[in-house]
């Protein structure tokens, strides 16, 4: 039936495939930039989580009040809600000092900031088309090459065929008439992963122009960070950042938005490459 897999000849990964559908069935694709503007006094919330137990860190105050006749100012905490309620769950700190943690993120975000700005708008534009145009042509090309093959196997049981029906060949009708419906069955999945394969070297461009314009909206991030309120600063970090998990002694593991930890990878590519050529 068509709907048989032939493992074999699948040469396009089901994330590619499934990305060339969504092309397909919607050429654009909007995506809101409005980054979400959540009130308060830490910059964190809502991204921070214990890198021990998992659990999201929440936001609690201590410390208040008036203590002999002076008004105390509050300290601002993450919380790990494991730690204090059930801390056989967790082996980490029941807490980590809003401001501390703050201040390490605004470092991590001016130092992210710098490192994608040192990157050639050129090289990056240049980077992404051509990897990504080659790797879909290779495919292209690997398709339209199997699917020759699969013809001229076709053009051959047909004319065995023939032979048969005059009694020259050794093959059974039966097995024949098998062979060809599995080939042409064959074919017509190679002509789906073909037409795949030529959406995503079209995409390709419309990616290269994705890739400039989401450069550009971080410069302009970047160009603001520094001197937003916290409630900005706060906005553009989830457009950044999609978790951060804090352990022990402050230590930090930060999962970036994609598009973010691919230029990202490309600028540790290039500082390894320029440190290789100055050696």
Not at 113 to 122: G, N, R, W
Request: hydrophobic share 35%.
């Amino acid at each position: 039936t068509h709907s048989e897999v032939f493992p074999e000849l699948q040469i396009i990964p089901v994330d590619l495939w499934e990305r060339a559908q969504e092309i397909m069935a919607n050429r654009t694709q909007k995506h809101s930039d409005v980054p979400l503007n959540s009130k308060g006094k830490s910059l964190m919330v809502g991204l921070v989580y214990c890198g021990h137990c998992g659990s999201k860190l929440v936001l609690t105050t201590s410390g208040g009040g008036m203590r002999y006749g002076k008004k105390r100012i509050p300290t601002l905490r993450y919380n790990c809600h494991n730690q204090v309620r059930h801390p056989q769950d967790c082996d980490g700190m029941s807490g980590y000092t809003v401001e501390k943690v703050d201040r390490i993120m605004e470092q991590m975000v001016m130092a992210l900031f710098a490192d994608i700005k040192s990157i050639p708008e050129q090289e990056l534009i240049t980077h992404q088309y051509v990897q990504r145009t080659n790797e879909h042509l290779a495919t292209l090309t690997q398709l339209q090459t199997l699917k020759a093959q699969k013809e001229k196997e076709l053009a051959s049981y047909k004319s065995e065929v023939y032979k048969s029906i005059q009694g020259k060949s050794t093959w059974s009708q039966e097995l024949l008439s098998e062979l060809i419906q599995e080939t042409k069955v064959e074919i017509e999945k190679l002509d789906a992963e073909i037409d795949t394969a030529k959406v995503l070297v079209d995409d390709a461009d419309k990616a290269a122009k994705d890739i400039k314009e989401q450069y550009d909206r971080i410069l302009t991030w970047a160009d603001m960070f520094e001197g937003s309120t916290l409630e900005g600063k706060k906005m553009i970090m989830w457009q950044l950042i999609d978790k951060v998990r804090i352990y022990r002694d402050y230590q930090f593991e930060v999962d970036l938005k994609p598009t973010v930890k691919e230029f990202k990878a490309l600028w540790s590519k290039r500082s390894a490459q320029s440190a290789n050529g100055a050696a």
